[in-house]
């Protein structure tokens, strides 16, 4: 996987900690005083992206993957044109685990399967890139 941090939330009061160097270890609290990790090893773990992605629409709709909205205009302007007409929107994160974002659709030896932006961005390599696009 590519792209990700793993961070963990404290059980109190849900302050995010990068733990990279810890994850093995137990017992593991947050300034407030409550655990980040229980002395039994729990966490309340999540994989959070390191870039974002943005939306373009010219007419049909192009996703991006970058570590800013300008290197995603300029990649987007590269790739399709800079004379055409578009809109822009930061896509947020309760969209990016949508497993049926404007049919983005992958198709494999036994069917279509339906995924999420997210596990696109997750298997890209490189950054910026175009994740999708509702012209291919």
């Keep these: 996987m590519y792209n990700f ?18 994850l093995a270890q ?13 002395p039994s090893g729990k966490g309340l773990h999540e994989i959070k992206l390191t870039c974002n992605v943005y939306k373009f ?5 192009h996703w991006i993957a970058a570590n800013t909205e300008q290197e995603a205009r300029k990649l987007f302007e590269k ?11 930061l896509i947020n994160n309760e969209d990016l685990h949508k497993k049926t974002i404007d049919n983005i659709e992958f198709i494999e030896e ?3 399967k339906w995924t999420s ?16 696009s509702s012209v291919y």
């Design 117 to 132: 932006l997210k596990q696109i961005v997750l298997e890209t390599k490189h950054i910026p890139s175009v994740i999708a």
């Design 110 to 112: 036994d069917g279509t």
């Design 26 to 38: 137990t017992n593991v609290k947050c300034d407030c005083g409550g655990y980040v990790l229980t």
């Design 57 to 61: 629409h010219d007419g049909e709709n």
């Design 79 to 89: 790739d399709y044109s800079d004379d055409l007409e578009y809109t822009v929107e």
């Design 5 to 22: 941090k793993l961070v963990n939330h404290c059980w109190n009061c849900n302050k995010e900690h990068e733990l990279n160097d810890q």
